[in-house]
């Protein structure tokens, strides 16, 4: 099984649509998960941080399944500007502040 | 957002020639990270460094080397450049306490030729 793996997409979604991704991860003892967002030949920027209890910002909620070893975005209520890809985290094998990054998600919001 | 910068951020050089990229920060993180960008392969970590002359490897650093004789610069070389080099490179940096939250530079767009 891969470190970390996502569905490549790409997701078409209207506009006012609920998306939702996920990521799985292989290393159980991981602790801190993130999901970022990537705009075209640009760098990857924090979306969020993802906690066992779940985190909630605005439209976008993020969730831990430590039980199946994976996380999850969901986006409601999609604006065109959402259209970008996102990129699941989780920590590298060995602990310290290794990272391991997702391949990514692309996600087009049309009108 | 932490005061990245990389330099250069487009290059063009020919196979067999060493190549420095430097990541330079403001923020005076703990942790600097370099990683490469391909298509279908999203970011893979190539070294990172947890203090000043303190560094480790990632899943891809064969044909790269680092430095970090302070804390706010992070060199990465390309000893001999090879086509399969040709990438876009990205730095970044965490405070490294609690949270690994990572912030990134611009990146630098590498070809080799």
């Known amino acids: 099984r891969k470190e970390v793996e996502q569905d490549p997409g790409p997701f078409n979604v209207p506009e006012g649509a609920t998306v939702a991704f996920n990521c799985t991860y292989s290393?159980?003892?991981?602790?801190?998960f993130f999901w970022y967002r990537q705009d075209c030949r640009k760098e990857p920027k924090l979306l969020m941080s993802?906690?066992?209890s779940g985190n909630e910002d605005g439209r976008f909620t993020a969730q831990l399944n430590r039980a199946s070893q994976y996380i999850s975005l969901l986006i409601r209520d999609s604006k065109l500007s959402d259209s970008a890809t996102y990129l699941c985290?989780?920590?590298?094998?060995?602990?310290?502040?290794?990272?391991?990054f997702g391949a990514g998600t692309r996600l087009f919001v049309k009108a | 957002d932490a005061g990245i910068t990389q330099s250069p951020r487009h290059k063009v050089t020919e196979t067999g020639t060493p190549v420095t990229l430097r990541c330079h920060q403001t923020?005076?993180?703990?942790?600097m990270y370099w990683y490469r960008q391909d298509p279908g392969h999203g970011l893979r970590l190539i070294h990172y460094?947890?203090?000043?002359?303190?560094?480790d490897k990632g899943e891809v650093s064969d044909g790269y080397s680092v430095s970090r004789s302070k804390t706010e610069d992070f060199l990465l070389t390309l000893e001999s450049a090879t086509s399969s080099q040709t990438s876009v490179y990205f730095c970044?940096?965490?405070?490294?306490?609690?949270?690994?939250?990572?912030?990134f530079g611009p990146g630098t767009r590498l070809t080799v030729l």
């Open positions: 985290v989780v920590p590298g094998k060995g602990g310290g502040f290794k990272t391991i």
């Open positions: 970044a940096t965490a405070v490294g306490t609690g949270t690994n939250e990572q912030f």
């Open positions: 923020e005076n993180h703990r942790y």
């Open positions: 290393n159980s003892a991981s602790q801190s």
């Open positions: 460094s947890y203090g000043v002359k303190d560094t």
């Open positions: 993802v906690y066992s």
